[in-house]
């Protein structure tokens, strides 16, 4: 029996290899497309972001595009990272799906919902530096409303401050 090496290990590993395997859907980048990925449909045990629908309220105004993923098949979630020039969102596994992409050419923008504030988990940047993805973080803009662990329920301290940080970084 021969038991090849894996090709991804969680916070440590993605080897090309496997990332060219698990990328199918070709990039097609729809100039200006836009999308943020909610959570504000997810059930609070999944740990939400309280004022998170009134950030989504007037960044559609600045045209972006508001999907909640877990309402989309796989494969539509994937079409949406191969199609858009900006995906972003708060730090989930909503993220995940960009490996199913082949060369992703959108800007990831990713908000951390943990306690370290001003980094995301490190499975995020071994994907983004293995498929050569342009990826922002935006620290520390959340407090916590109830402390859950990871499943906390958390609320913005700044919403301009994020709207603004989303505008900046997808022009």
Partial sequence: MIIPEPGFVISSLFHPQHADFLGKIPSGSEVGARIWLSRSKLPDVAGRIVDESDLEDEIIKDGWIVIHPET?????????????????????????????????????????????????????????????????????????????????????????????FLNAESA
Avoid at 72 to 96: P, R, W
Avoid at 139 to 149: A, S, V, Y
Wanted: net charge positive.
């Fill in 72 to 164: 989309l098949s796989l494969v539509d979630q994937v079409k949406i990272f191969a199609n858009a020039s900006v995906v972003a969102g708060l730090e989930g596994s909503a993220f995940h799906t960009v490996i199913f992409v082949k060369n992703p050419t959108c800007r990831l923008l990713i908000i951390p919902r943990t306690r370290r504030e001003n980094d995301v988990h490190n499975n995020y940047k071994l994907i983004s530096n293995t498929k050569n993805i342009d990826q922002r973080i935006f620290p520390g803009n959340l407090r916590i409303i109830e402390d859950n662990g990871y499943r906390s329920n958390l609320a913005f301290v700044s919403r301009a401050d994020v709207r603004d």
